[in-house]
């Protein structure tokens, strides 16, 4: 049996000086924004936001310099995230293209890619989304149908994207598709390409979520001219690389604070009733698990910088936080005798919580992952 | 002695004296006098001359994962909690005691409750007014119970019983956190065990021609065993790596917590892969499940210690939630 390890991860003075820095900035920025809206954190899509995070260096912080990044550690980077997070700052905008789409690039992309793409995800103004899911492809992305057929200078893309978060507002998809072999090969013949959504033959269709809002969306692509130059990494190991950055997907903050601000007003509602045990309890058994998860996260952080791949540690991670991220509105409910508008934290993260444990893989796809951790299968 | 040696000699250890004879006539009342003295000749139940925390934690969580039925955790406790207030630890068994004492003169007088091995011990450390004291066990009235494990659980009767104090005052509720952190290692230990055996049992148990471990449901259940179990060590290890230091009384509290918690879920999943075999006296998991559900509930359970966290917290201020979890 594999045993996972979490080893303790302790911060760098830099990072922690970084907090304070990006403690006051989010404080100030967020002042009059109401607690519904900052429940909304990593959902909610702010261009101009986005924009001034970029002005002070806080997106792409760990690249290199030449490509408009501030080599900062992955620690600094996590700190920015966490305190972020917390303090329910809309940092959906560039979120993708910050913590994947600019990581691929960097890593298996061409020099003329990352020249041309990182300085401006970095600057807080070229916003990404991926391309998974199809409409018959779920948890099964081996077998994506979205085929891009070899022509005079690149490609040609046809066949659809489902599910793809901020498509409509993005400026770009790096989308998994089929560029060579046959359908049902699995994993060889997928790539990945870099699709221009302005492009002629991309259409985006919003789909509503039960929230309300249309946050993910419908991609067509129909006949779209793909540069030969917007295909990212190796022909074929498409897969492979997906796979190569799923521990940077999965560890982070994100993954545990998405009800933070609901974990905020059960405190406060536990610190207007000072004599309800049964709140307190529920407030400090709240810390305790953020305190655990907090560590666990932290501990991939410090892998990750260390060089490693703890895909499976991440996994992890990400099923216990969105396990208690899910279980936050539950708990609110368990302890209150009133009824929920729906503008409010509570009823938008009773309505938003379904989605926490299907993101960036589904909790039984994770614990699968976890059993052949474990040796199972 | 490396971290990598003392494992190896603990695992050894533990094969070489910890049989079944031994356990099973442990349970029945006897005290496993050679598996305790060979403890004390490897220098488990005093860790402090050659090593720090890392080596006594080390020696805490095997204890649990091997279901040792000898006090090391309560002795490697009572001895770093005595050097800390300047009273030489005295030889032989050590263990911790709470309950409700009094202290007047160098005596104590009043009832310590339930107190692990307490027929046993040399010495049993408590807390009383203030100060640590160390109190002599031979000859106290005593009443003589277990835990759900079979361990002894032993309630003493103090009536001016001379003790030994030491020259620093501790803080209130010194002894029950430092249980506390020791229970939740000692939990840690005992569920890493027994999700290795329900893994191990998962992969040679056949049914249905082939090895339930091919089983979604069991693959499915055993993950989130080892999600329980992760977390459970991560917070032993932050409850660990904190003692002595300011953030011992957040951690050693989110630690008896979390890992109570867990102990109730991996102990009830453990159960589910074996099956009836796992639920005999014959089978191994029960050593450390009855362990788990005992332990969870020993200074502290869950409530008790989450109603302190959220206490503390709530003492602290809503706001302060955020900036505080960053100091952790």
Redesign the interface.
């Known amino acids: 049996m594999t045993a996972f390890r979490f080893p303790a991860c302790t911060l760098p003075p830099e990072a922690e000086a970084l907090r304070a820095e990006v403690r006051a900035f989010a404080s100030a920025a967020l002042r009059d924004v109401p607690e519904a809206v900052r429940a909304r954190g990593w959902a909610a899509f702010d261009a101009d936001f986005s924009r001034r995070l970029g002005e002070r260096g806080w997106i792409g912080m760990t690249w290199p310099k030449r490509y408009g990044g501030r080599e900062k550690s992955m620690l600094e980077r996590y700190v920015v995230l966490e305190e972020l997070l917390a303090a329910g700052a809309p940092v959906s905008a560039h979120w993708i293209a910050d913590r994947q789409s600019g990581p691929l690039i960097l890593r298996f992309g061409s020099e003329e890619q990352r020249r041309f793409f990182l300085p401006r995800i970095a600057s807080g103004q070229c916003f990404f989304c991926i391309g998974m899911s199809e409409p018959d492809v779920g948890s099964d992305l081996a077998s994506v149908r979205s085929r891009a057929r070899p022509v005079d200078g690149g490609w040609r893309l046809s066949g659809s994207k489902i599910w793809t978060s901020n498509a409509h507002q993005a400026h770009y998809m790096i989308a998994l598709v089929r560029t060579s072999g046959e359908h049902g090969m699995r994993h060889a013949g997928l790539s990945q390409v870099i699709v221009d959504l302005k492009a002629p033959g991309v259409s985006v269709r919003p789909i509503k979520n039960l929230v309300g809002e249309a946050h993910f969306n419908q991609v067509h692509f129909d006949d779209v001219t793909i540069p030969a130059d917007r295909l990212v990494g190796a022909e074929g190991q498409g897969w492979d690389q997906v796979v190569a950055e799923l521990a940077y997907e999965r560890s982070g903050p994100e993954r545990y604070l998405s009800a933070f601000r609901l974990c905020l007003e059960l405190a406060r509602r536990a610190e207007r009733r000072p004599d309800d045990a049964a709140l307190a309890e529920a407030v400090g058994r709240m810390v305790a698990e953020l305190a655990t998860l907090r560590r666990m996260s932290l501990s991939v952080a410090g892998l990750l910088q260390a060089g490693q791949n703890p895909a499976q540690e991440a996994a992890l991670v990400k099923e216990l936080g969105t396990t208690f991220e899910q279980a936050m509105p539950r708990i609110a409910h368990a302890l209150s005798e009133d009824e929920v508008p729906p503008a409010t934290v509570e009823g938008y993260l009773t309505l938003a919580a379904p989605s926490f444990s299907l993101r960036g893989g589904t909790r039984e796809i994770l614990r699968g992952i976890i059993a052949r951790g474990l040796g199972l299968r | 002695m490396s971290l990598e040696l003392l494992h190896a000699a603990l695992r050894r250890f533990t094969v070489e004296h910890a049989t079944p004879a031994v356990r099973d006539g442990a349970e029945a009342g006897a005290f496993p006098a050679a598996l305790w003295q060979a403890a004390e000749d490897a220098g488990f139940t005093r860790p402090f001359a050659s090593g720090g925390w890392a080596e006594a934690g080390a020696i805490v969580q095997a204890a649990g994962r091997d279901a040792l039925p000898v006090p090391m955790a309560e002795s490697i406790a009572a001895s770093w909690l005595l050097e800390q207030v300047g009273i030489e630890p005295p030889p032989g068994l050590l263990t911790l005691g709470e309950g409700e004492i009094e202290l007047a003169r160098s005596e104590v007088t009043g009832n310590l409750w339930r107190v692990p091995w307490g027929g046993d011990a040399s010495h049993v450390v408590a807390e009383a007014a203030g100060e640590l004291v160390l109190i002599p066990c031979p000859n106290l009235p005593m009443v003589f119970e277990s835990n759900l494990a079979g361990e002894p659980r032993v309630s003493l009767v103090l009536d001016r019983r001379p003790c030994t104090l030491g020259t620093d005052r501790i803080a209130p509720g010194t002894v029950r956190r430092l249980g506390a952190a020791m229970r939740a290692l000692q939990m840690a230990g005992a569920m ?1 065990a027994a ?2 055996l329900a ?2 049992y ?2 040679t148990r056949v049914q249905f021609g082939k090895p339930i ?2 089983f ?1 449901a ?3 259940n ?3 065993m ?2 329980e179990v ?2 459970a ?3 032993a ?2 409850a660990l ?1 904190a003692i002595g230091e300011t953030g011992f009384e ?2 050693a ?3 008896k ?2 890992c109570g ?1 867990a102990a109730g879920q991996a102990a009830a999943q453990a159960h589910a892969v074996f099956g009836a075999i796992g639920f005999t006296h014959e089978h191994a998991l029960h050593r450390l499940t009855r362990r788990l559900w005992s332990w969870r509930a020993e200074f502290g359970s ?2 008790y ?10 003492a602290r ?2 706001d302060n ?3 505080d ?2 100091l ?1």
């Open positions: 890493s999700l290795e893994v191990e998962a992969n471990a091919k979604q069991i693959q499915q055993l993950a989130a080892a999600v992760a977390a060590s991560a917070a290890e932050g790596s957040f951690w509290a989110a630690a917590s979390r918690d869950e409530r210690w989450n109603r302190e966290l959220g206490r503390a917290a709530l201020g809503a939630l955020w900036p979890l960053t952790r």
